[in-house]
């Protein structure tokens, strides 16, 4: 069974940290998802990094895909309140069809006003 | 915006009794999915389908079955629920179509279960 290591596994910084959450595998993805989960809720997408050394933008969220494509990087630049929660990497094998994904264990954010 | 709901969202049984949690999904996605989030285990795959009648086991399978008789409804069942088997449950969608396309998927608001 191939692992997803995610760390760290807990963050609680000021608003207005910079801060980097990692996913690590010794498997090579076809392609790599983020999500974000909210208390009560189910994972949101927020991003799909595909080549390797591929770097994705959403506002203040920099997602990398390692060049091997086995680890993947989600920079948060100046966080928010708004961006506390649950983030989630999930990796996935194959293309089309079924494609064996596997979710990391989680990184629980938290950002403080 | 893909619309999954899943129902019930809270239920508590006791142990040895049958449960079913039902997954609604207002269009036609192909790929369904049922997993279980645990503390420390993050999302675990149960069983997936891949159409009508067409189902497959996950990595957690055991003591769960699943039943897709419609293209909207994917329902999951613990014919005699345990207690390791209290979690929340996510039923989701494939919302990316297509031989080339990626694995994003769409995730029902959960079923949270407790099993006494």
């Known amino acids: 069974t191939q692992l997803l290591e995610q760390s760290p596994q807990f963050l609680s910084i000021q608003e207005g940290e910079n801060l980097t959450v990692y996913c690590n595998s010794s498997s090579v993805f076809s392609s790599l998802q983020w999500y974000r989960q909210e208390p009560g809720e189910g994972p949101v997408l927020l991003v799909t990094?595909?080549?390797?050394?591929e770097v994705k933008k959403l506002k203040r969220l920099t997602f990398q895909f390692g060049d091997a494509r086995k680890d993947s990087s989600l920079h948060i630049t100046a966080a928010q309140p708004g961006d506390t929660g649950l983030y989630l990497c999930a990796g996935a094998i194959g293309f089309g069809g079924y494609q064996k994904v596997t979710f990391g264990t989680g990184t629980k954010l938290q950002v403080i006003p | 915006d893909a619309g999954i709901t899943q129902s019930p969202r809270h239920k508590v049984t006791e142990t040895g009794t049958p449960v079913t949690l039902r997954c609604h999904q207002t269009e036609n996605h192909r790929y369904m999915y049922w997993y279980r989030q645990d503390p420390g285990h993050g999302l675990r795959l149960i069983h997936y389908?891949?159409?009508?009648?067409?189902?497959d086991k996950g990595e957690v399978s055991d003591g769960y079955s699943v039943s897709r008789s419609k293209t909207e409804d994917f329902l999951l069942t613990l014919e005699s629920a345990t207690s390791s088997q209290t979690s929340v449950y996510f039923c989701?969608?494939?919302?990316?179509?297509?031989?080339?396309?990626?694995?994003?998927?769409?995730f029902g608001p959960g079923t949270r279960l407790t099993v006494l």
């Open positions: 389908s891949y159409g009508v009648k067409d189902t």
């Open positions: 990094v595909v080549t390797g050394g």
């Open positions: 989701a969608i494939r919302t990316s179509g297509g031989d080339s396309s990626y694995n994003e998927q769409f």
